[in-house]
């Protein structure tokens, strides 16, 4: 229902002032985006923007500086220095009288917080046309997707994206998926792993196991290796129809514990079975971004790349050349 065209970030983390085009050559929106670079370069912290701006709604109505502090930028940012303590106290004393030197602090505080404001702003496609989503140091200061509520109707609606986690422990411990996902499922399941894979003992609607044939034997998802599970469990968050509504799908790592051959038959596959979705994932995979110094072509076009550390590079350039920082 929803798919994001563009998001600009001003002081979020360690974006300084980037933009990210989700729009390809003839103007239309990417269903695939792969991020990749160096660790710490801030792939992950893109979907973490997105994720914030879809879910937009439930910063509404309160001051949020406290909670965006962390992700607001700083060349030398310690989430235990004092000035952030004082920053949430100042507010809560109201009567109080400040010495002189409470004074100063409370100036170079203010001051501090006036140069590194934080801005995110995305332009999302909708049933309803283009829609605005921003957010600053402070909260909301725009939410049109909101205008979305009366199609929803009775549905509550949370965030406009969707999360696979397949590292998250407690969805590693259990295994559960609609039995009306069987299919798609096992489609998925064996173009990834490379093996017969099965569901078994539906309950109330539900499977709760899943079994990989490997060589004459059967591994149920209890005896599945840790990368087994993980991968069981991102194909189960992109098959279940429960997210169906999500046609904006965020994954980080999207390769991980895959086997190398089987980067690119996953990533063919995942677009065959959801045309209608669009994918911004980050990854590490020499076969689908390439490797040149080790002779690898990227699989994958370069219209749908996005090198976050020349991405970062041209961004430092931009804000050097307009002193911004």
């Given at each position: 229902m929803v798919k994001i065209k563009k998001i600009h970030m001003e002081n979020f983390c360690g974006y300084k002032h980037t933009s990210f085009d989700f729009m390809d050559s003839n103007n239309n929106i990417k269903d695939l985006?792969?991020?990749?670079?160096?660790?710490?370069?801030?792939?992950?912290?893109?979907?973490?923007?997105?994720?914030?701006?879809?879910?937009a709604k439930q910063y509404e109505g309160r001051d949020n500086s406290l909670l965006f502090r962390k992700s607001t930028y700083n060349p030398d940012?310690?989430?235990?220095?004092?000035?952030?303590?004082?920053?949430?106290?100042k507010d809560k004393r109201d009567g109080h009288t400040f010495s002189k030197e409470e004074e100063i602090d409370r100036d170079a505080i203010n001051e501090e917080l006036n140069r590194y404001k934080m801005r995110i702003e995305a332009i999302f496609d909708t049933p309803i046309g283009e829609k605005r989503v921003i957010l600053n140091s402070q909260g909301v200061e725009l939410n049109e997707l909101k205008d979305l509520t009366d199609l929803?109707?009775?549905?509550?609606?949370?965030?406009?994206?969707?999360?696979?986690?397949?590292?998250?422990?407690?969805n590693m411990n259990k295994f559960q998926i609609p039995v009306e996902a069987k299919d798609i499922f096992i489609e998925l399941a064996e173009a990834v792993y490379g093996f017969e894979c099965e569901l078994v003992k539906p309950v109330s609607g539900y499977y709760i196991d899943f079994i990989i044939h490997?060589?004459?034997?059967?591994?149920?998802?209890?005896?599945?290796?840790?990368?087994?599970?993980?991968?069981?469990?991102?194909?189960?968050?992109l098959c279940d129809p429960d997210y169906n509504d999500s046609k904006l799908v965020l994954v980080d790592n999207i390769e991980m514990h895959v086997y190398m051959a089987r980067h690119a038959i996953m990533i063919d596959k995942i677009l065959e079975l959801f045309p209608d979705r669009q994918f911004i994932a980050t990854t590490h995979s020499p076969i689908l971004v390439g490797c040149p110094s080790m002779g690898?072509?990227?699989?994958?076009?370069?219209?749908?790349?996005?090198?976050?550390?020349?991405i970062k590079e041209r961004e430092w350039e931009y804000v050097r050349k307009n002193k911004l920082g």
């Amino acid at each position: 229902m929803v798919k994001i065209k563009k998001i600009h970030m001003e002081n979020f983390c360690g974006y300084k002032h980037t933009s990210f085009d989700f729009m390809d050559s003839n103007n239309n929106i990417k269903d695939l985006a792969l991020l990749y670079a160096t660790n710490g370069a801030g792939k992950s912290t893109l979907l973490d923007a997105i994720k914030m701006v879809c879910c937009a709604k439930q910063y509404e109505g309160r001051d949020n500086s406290l909670l965006f502090r962390k992700s607001t930028y700083n060349p030398d940012y310690d989430p235990d220095l004092d000035s952030f303590k004082y920053q949430y106290l100042k507010d809560k004393r109201d009567g109080h009288t400040f010495s002189k030197e409470e004074e100063i602090d409370r100036d170079a505080i203010n001051e501090e917080l006036n140069r590194y404001k934080m801005r995110i702003e995305a332009i999302f496609d909708t049933p309803i046309g283009e829609k605005r989503v921003i957010l600053n140091s402070q909260g909301v200061e725009l939410n049109e997707l909101k205008d979305l509520t009366d199609l929803a109707k009775d549905k509550k609606i949370y965030s406009y994206c969707y999360f696979v986690d397949a590292d998250h422990l407690v969805n590693m411990n259990k295994f559960q998926i609609p039995v009306e996902a069987k299919d798609i499922f096992i489609e998925l399941a064996e173009a990834v792993y490379g093996f017969e894979c099965e569901l078994v003992k539906p309950v109330s609607g539900y499977y709760i196991d899943f079994i990989i044939h490997k060589y004459g034997d059967k591994v149920h998802f209890r005896r599945m290796s840790a990368g087994e599970k993980k991968i069981a469990t991102l194909v189960r968050g992109l098959c279940d129809p429960d997210y169906n509504d999500s046609k904006l799908v965020l994954v980080d790592n999207i390769e991980m514990h895959v086997y190398m051959a089987r980067h690119a038959i996953m990533i063919d596959k995942i677009l065959e079975l959801f045309p209608d979705r669009q994918f911004i994932a980050t990854t590490h995979s020499p076969i689908l971004v390439g490797c040149p110094s080790m002779g690898i072509n990227a699989y994958v076009n370069d219209e749908y790349l996005y090198n976050v550390d020349l991405i970062k590079e041209r961004e430092w350039e931009y804000v050097r050349k307009n002193k911004l920082g």
